[in-house]
């Protein structure tokens, strides 16, 4: 077993009957999935939002079933992975850029549980270039607006050679901060500027942190307070 399956098959098992459970995207995800619908093969009764097409239809082939998440006004738990975790369990996510519904699903949900391996773990976020979901409309200005307030790279994504488009229809951002002093000012800030959708960083969202290690020996962090 390695650090990813460690950690999503450990936050598998806190999947109890009835819940609705929100499925995040990527390859730590995968394994929570995989371990969930195979746990609904064996009769786990639950409905589940996912937070992408990719998991959507990662979940379709494992049987488990998706409700819309307009039918539903809170998640009884939400399990995804992250590109960074800092101590005070502040994230970059949106590597897989899925960031916006991840969001979403993660703050309806009364438990939001991020799955890690051991190389996620950082003293401070940064190192990882925080993804930025901007409208494509007139995105040239958006991009202004960033290049003129923070000193450091940005980089429109692109696959294929074409600019990503993400599931919401909406262009990536990718912004080497490098280090990042405050995440709670910096998400603020970022959330105030015309024509940003959201971004990646994800702070006081998180509830519990399962860190999945190479030898599958997984520890758990849960919030403090
Ligand atoms: O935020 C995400 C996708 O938008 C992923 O959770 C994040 O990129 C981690 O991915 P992986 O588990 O493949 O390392």
Do not use: C
Not at 85 to 109: C, N, T, W, Y
Not at 123 to 144: A, C, D, H, N, R
Not at 145 to 159: A, G
Request: hydrophobic share 40%.
């Amino acid at each position: 077993m390695n650090a990813k399956q460690a950690a999503g098959y450990r936050a598998a098992e806190l999947v109890r009957d009835g819940m609705i459970v929100g499925l995040g995207t990527g390859s730590t995800a995968y394994y929570a999935i995989e371990k969930i619908g195979q746990r609904v093969a064996e009769g786990l009764q639950i409905r589940a939002i996912a937070t992408s097409n990719a998991s959507e239809e990662l979940a379709e082939s494992y049987g488990i079933p998706l409700v819309p998440a307009s039918e539903i006004h809170r998640l009884d738990l939400a399990i995804d992975g992250a590109d960074e975790v800092d101590p005070g369990m502040a994230l970059i996510k949106g590597g897989g850029g899925a960031l916006l519904r991840e969001k979403l699903v993660a703050m309806h949900s009364d438990r939001f549980i991020v799955i890690a391996d051991s190389g996620k773990m950082v003293s401070q976020l940064g190192q990882f270039k925080l993804p930025i979901e901007v409208v494509p409309f007139s995105y040239e200005w958006t991009l202004g607006q960033l290049q003129r307030r923070y000193d450091v790279d940005f980089e429109m994504r692109t696959r294929d050679g074409e600019l990503y488009v993400t599931d919401n229809g909406n262009y990536i951002v990718d912004a080497a901060f490098g280090k990042i002093e405050s995440p709670a000012q910096l998400s603020h800030e970022l959330k105030m500027i015309t024509g940003v959708v959201d971004h990646g960083l994800f702070v006081d969202i998180a509830d519990m942190v399962i860190v999945g290690y190479d030898d599958g020996a997984t520890e758990v962090i849960e919030k403090k307070g």
